[in-house]
């Protein structure tokens, strides 16, 4: 049994438009460089739940926040994350309609998988890991071994996607099969070979 293990952003979705995180900016009056660079600066802390939403938003716009304009940024920032890549939403949907065993591991703090959860692409993903619910993020190999463990398999039955080289290269060194996403056409190829080796 194989394990197909999607990553979730730049992969089942769209990166995330600049213009989306900027907008957040502009909502809190925010400098948009300054923001966008708190953005990513706290975001693997946030990411592995070392961080709530309150102490996120906080470090990344460098002043106390409300509680409303928390649900705020959180919204926002689901709503960013929500465009798909419909030609690798597309192949998921095949190889969920061929009941392949698939699964979703992202980074990403509660606050956002409660979010994307809501998401019918995603909801048809039984098997789903975000980091801010493990407590461990990629490319750590914990996160690896403990989904493999999780799904009842071993990390040599898994193959995983992402869209980061570091990411991948974590998951290889976890002794799962790794694809570097650039593309669902390049996927669906590498895919189709590995599936048939």
């Known amino acids: 049994m194989t394990w197909i293990v999607f990553d979730y952003g730049g992969v089942l979705s769209l990166p995330q438009p600049e213009a989306d995180t900027l907008e957040m900016a502009r909502a809190m009056n925010a400098e948009p460089e300054a923001f966008l660079r708190g953005y990513w600066q706290h975001r693997l802390d946030f990411d592995r739940a070392d961080l709530t939403p309150h102490a996120y938003w906080a470090a990344v ?6 509680h409303s304009e928390v649900a705020r940024l959180v919204a926002m920032d689901v709503a960013g994350w929500a465009h798909p890549d419909r030609g690798t939403v597309a192949l998921l949907g095949e190889l969920l309609a061929d009941d392949r065993d698939v699964a979703l591991l992202s980074n990403a703090p509660v606050c956002l998988g409660d979010g994307l959860d809501e998401l019918p692409w995603i909801a048809a993903i039984e098997r789903r890991f975000y980091s801010g ?19 009842g398999t071993e990390p040599a039955e898994c193959v995983f996607i992402d869209d980061r080289p570091e990411n991948v290269e974590g998951a290889e060194r976890a002794g799962m099969t790794g694809l570097l996403y650039t593309g669902s056409a390049d996927l669906r190829a590498d895919l189709r070979a590995v599936l048939a080796a």
């Open 61 to 66: 716009l460098g002043r106390s926040v409300t």
């Open 133 to 151: 619910r493990m407590g461990l993020v990629k490319p750590d190999r914990e996160i690896y071994d403990e989904v493999a463990r999780a799904l």
